[in-house]
Structures are given as structure tokens and as C-alpha cells.
């Protein structure tokens, strides 16, 4: 079974611009979550989709955004990207909601420059 | 809301040697607990989980038991080897999937 697959592995922007993250879950699993890491701040949750719904949020600013597609897929969006918003974003897969386990990506390194 | 309190790093040890990392967590209701293990490089993978109280999660060595009484998860392995270095984190959910971590803790092992 295929593991969880973000892409791009890395990327380099510029602050002002936008990107855009994507993530393709487990073969089955309809939840996807989102966390930024940061060596000052860590592991930090960004948000939560199952069923292309929102279920659940961090505490991040509005141009940080997500969504998912009807097949689970998921992406992120970060607008009007800040030299802060340099981090490893890490996507985790979840067969269901409340399931108790996650299985995380490897992860888009994001340098804003 | 949840929070993690773990150890901080790194932590040295000498291949063989005991090792203990030390979780404590606040959560409402019926936490489930994680620990989850990062290689350089790589994202996060699942070490190993508890989801009820008394319960002891268990995986290539490494042991936690989920203390409600101490609000703690300890990590523990009795022989460590150099390839066990990596930061180690511990997780709380409390119901869903969003996990709160802590801030991780690194594990040099030489030889």
C-alpha cells in the first residue's frame, strides 16, 4: 500500500507570492490533516478535512487555507507568503474520523525568501 | 486546550545504554497518546500508541504505558542502538484526529 505523498518536496518562493501544497493520502483514508514545523514552535496543527469538510482548526491566519477533493486528496494554500512561513508542512492520513492513528508524508519544505 | 510536556534534549547515551524520555500531558475527557519518531529528513512515524488508561503501547524495543493517575506517557527502551537516533515526540489527541505535540526531543546514541 502506498504511504502518504506530499509534493513538491521542496520549494523556495519569494515573501509576497502564494503556493501550493499538495497531498495524496492513503488508498482509503478520507481524513487529512495538516501541521506546519518550525524549529522555534514545532509541530503545530493547522486544520482538518474529512468528506472535503473542514473539521476542525489551528490557530493560523486567514492566508492559510485548505481544501479537499472528492477522491480525498487535499491541498494547502498560504498567500502573501512571510519569511515565517518558512517550515516543513506535513500532511498525515487517517482512515476515519477519530481513529487514533495518523500516518504522516514526508513533508514540503517551504523557504521563503 | 491539550498540552505536552516532554523532556528536553538532546539526550547522549551510549549504545546499550537504558533510555527514558519523559512525556506529561493535560487533556479533557479520554486522550488517546502518541509516540510518534522523526528521522533527519523525514516526517513523522508512528512508534507507538495508547488509548485508554493502563494501557502499554509497544514497538521495536520501546515501551510507554498510559499513567492517568500521573498524566504521564514515558518513553522507555532497555538497550538503545545507534540506529535509534532521531527526535522523538510525544502526541495527545482528545477525540478526532489533531494532534498536540510536544516539542520533541532529540537522541544521540554512540557507539
Known amino acids: 500500500k502506498a504511504g502518504v505523498t506530499q509534493t513538491p518536496r521542496y520549494l523556495i518562493k519569494t515573501r509576497g507570492q502564494q503556493v501550493t501544497l499538495s497531498c495524496s493520502p492513503i488508498s482509503g483514508h478520507r481524513s487529512v490533516s495538516w501541521y506546519q514545523q518550525t524549529p522555534g514552535q514545532g509541530l503545530q496543527f493547522l486544520f482538518e478535512y474529512f468528506s472535503e469538510t473542514q473539521r476542525n482548526k489551528g490557530n493560523f491566519p486567514g492566508r492559510f487555507s485548505g481544501r479537499q477533493f472528492s477522491n480525498s486528496r487535499s491541498e494547502m494554500n498560504v498567500s502573501t507568503l512571510e519569511l515565517g512561513d518558512s517550515a516543513l508542512y506535513l500532511c498525515a492520513s487517517s482512515l476515519d474520523v477519530d481513529t487514533s492513528e495518523a500516518f504522516f508524508g514526508q513533508g514540503t519544505r517551504l523557504t521563503v525568501v | 486546550g491539550d498540552s505536552v510536556t516532554q523532556m528536553e534534549g538532546p539526550v547522549t547515551l551510549s549504545e546499550e545504554a537504558f533510555l527514558t524520555i519523559n512525556c506529561t500531558y493535560t487533556a479533557t475527557g479520554y486522550p488517546s497518546l502518541f509516540w510518534y519518531v522523526q528521522y533527519p529528513g523525514e516526517g513523522l512515524q508512528l512508534l507507538l500508541k495508547a488509548t485508554k488508561a493502563d494501557d502499554k503501547g509497544s514497538n521495536k524495543g520501546f515501551e510507554a504505558t498510559y499513567r492517568k493517575e500521573t498524566t504521564s506517557f514515558h518513553l522507555e527502551k532497555g538497550s538503545v542502538q545507534v540506529s535509534d537516533s532521531a527526535v522523538y515526540f510525544c502526541?495527545?489527541?482528545?477525540?478526532?484526529?489533531?494532534?498536540?505535540f510536544g516539542t520533541g526531543t532529540q537522541l544521540k546514541v554512540e557507539l
Open positions: 502526541a495527545v489527541t482528545g477525540g478526532g484526529n489533531k494532534l498536540t
